[in-house]
Structure formats: C-alpha cells, structure tokens
Nanobody, 120 residues
Framework: QVRVVQSGGGLVQPGGSPRLSCAAS????????MDWYRQAPGKQRELVAT???????RYADSVKGRFTISRDHAKNTMYLQMNSLKPEDTAAYYC??????????????WGQGTQVTVSS
C-alpha cells in the first residue's frame, strides 16, 4: 500500500512564493517519475512539471522560469517551489508518483490535492 500526502498551498498574494510538498510512504521499492498537475475551475487537468528518478525536469510553458520542481529521494518527497504567482495560477494542485512497490510491479499514486488561490 502506498500513500501520497500533499501539503502547502492556500491563499497567496500575487507575486507570492509558496512551496508545495508531496510525500510518498508505504511499501515503496522505488519511485520513478513524479509529476505536479493542476486543475482550474472549468478547465482540464494540466501537467505543470515533471521530475524523473535521475532528477531531469520538464515544465509547462506557462510556469517555466517561475516554478521549480525538486525531490528528496531519501524522503520520497517532491516539492514545487512556486514564485511570482499570478491569478491564473489559481487551481487545485495534485501530485502523482510512479511507484514500484514491494508487492505490485508498478502503479501511479495520486495525492489528495491542495488548493492554491492567488488573490489580493
């Protein structure tokens, strides 16, 4: 069993710099790619950033240069440092981990989601 728990977010002023965390725990053998997604009201879920097991990163054009994805392999935790936030960054943010567990070969596990609202 794998559990993925998110923290961070909330109400942030434009230009703010919150950090989101995503921690995986349980019967983890290894974690491959980890991703951050977001979904704004009335819009489809969007891939925001990806980090591989080798720490290669990719970003959506809309956040490139403002957001930084990172991970602590020892803690099975991923972070999203968000800088220069804009109102259009308002969304529910979700993390996803591609995990190989001790029992099951491989699976995707999602966090519970956290709301980020950018408003003055």
């Amino acid at each position: 069993q794998v559990r993925v728990v998110q923290s961070g977010g909330g109400l942030v002023q434009p230009g703010g710099s919150p950090r989101l965390s995503c921690a995986a725990s349980g019967s983890i053998f290894s974690i491959y790619t980890m991703d951050w997604y977001r979904q704004a009201p009335g819009k489809q879920r969007e891939l925001v950033a990806t980090i591989t097991s080798g720490n290669s990163t990719r970003y959506a054009d809309s956040v490139k240069g403002r957001f930084t994805i990172s991970r602590d392999h020892a803690k099975n935790t991923m972070y999203l440092q968000m800088n220069s936030l804009k109102p259009e960054d308002t969304a529910a943010y979700y993390c996803k981990a591609d995990v190989r567990t001790i029992v099951v070969a491989r699976g995707e596990y999602w966090g519970q989601g956290t709301q980020v609202t950018v408003s003055s």
